[in-house]
């Protein structure tokens, strides 16, 4: 059974810094320190977080006189405003990649175009996005979604940083074809688009199963697991090492590992030993 690693996996660049920047602040300070709502959707990171001592709140009222921290998916302004109020000090981890989304949002709306936001609806970070039109928004998770979008004499198409960017391409193209004066942005993140692109590349090339490591609760890790599935792989969807079975392997012959943006290295390496153990019982 031939394992590989994908070329992109593990912590993109606005998990990593805010993880250093998290510990930072909690080995420099006494004061406690609340993230309001996961900091990012791994809960063995947020685990090891909490064992160094962070918190996380999920109510504002639980910040009120705390040093808060906003997560990297990003918060509504409104309640941006709030935290600003009641707790003592704030400490802003919003990935630069949705920062951008944000503000690309806030400067078009406020010249009169409709926003279009291509995301999941009750993900965090396109709640937060949907706080920064002024006007009129909406959210489209599919093509057939596009029905339902009002009319208006312009548009502005970005999207949720971590979708799939093929269905993305979809949308945008129905809209095109239905719409005028429609302005696209293309805000999925690089490294969203690489590890999509990293999986397209181990299907094209001959791959039998797909090891997917990642929160399953983390919308960038769920794409990644259903390419594989809608492409007829058998796809594995982990959290850690110990879900995967030998028996699930028994007749694989190519095997591609590859990571959410916010899962750690270690748990990557915990897979593929576990893997390499798997492949040394059926071979023997």
């Known amino acids: 059974m031939k394992i590989t690693l994908a070329q992109h996996s593990g912590f993109c660049m606005g998990v990593r810094n805010a993880i250093l920047r998290i510990v930072s602040e909690i080995n420099d300070s006494e004061e406690e320190i609340l993230v309001y709502g996961p900091l990012i959707h791994n809960p ?78 009750d993900h965090a970070e396109v709640a937060g996005l949907m706080s920064y039109a002024s006007g009129n928004v909406t959210v489209l998770s599919d093509i057939g979604d596009t029905a339902s979008l009002p009319v208006s004499d312009a548009y502005l198409v970005v999207s949720q940083t971590t979708f799939d960017r093929q269905l993305f391409k979809k949308i945008v193209g129905r809209i095109q074809a239905r719409y005028q004066n429609v302005t696209v942005v293309d805000t999925i993140c690089d490294a969203t688009r690489d590890r999509q692109e990293d999986v397209s590349l181990g299907i094209m090339n001959g791959i039998d199963t797909l090891v997917v490591v990642g929160g399953k609760n983390s919308a960038n890790t769920r794409r990644l697991a259903q390419i594989g599935r809608d492409s007829g792989i058998r796809t594995y969807h982990v959290e850690t090492e110990e879900e995967l079975n030998v028996e699930d392997f028994a007749d694989s012959k190519s095997v591609l590992v590859t990571a959410g943006t916010s899962t750690p290295g270690w748990i990557i390496n915990n897979v593929l030993e576990r893997l390499f153990i798997i492949n040394y019982k059926t071979a023997n």
């Open 44 to 121: 063995q990171t947020i685990d090891v977080l909490h064992g160094r001592g962070m918190r996380t709140a999920g109510a504002l009222e639980d910040m009120r006189g705390k040093r808060a921290v906003i997560r990297t998916h990003g918060i509504p302004v409104q309640e941006r405003s709030l935290l600003k109020e009641c707790a003592s000090s704030l400490i802003n981890l919003t990935c630069p990649r949705v920062a951008k989304v944000q503000s690309i949002i806030n400067k078009y709306s406020a010249m009169g175009h409709h926003t279009v936001i291509t995301g999941d609806a």
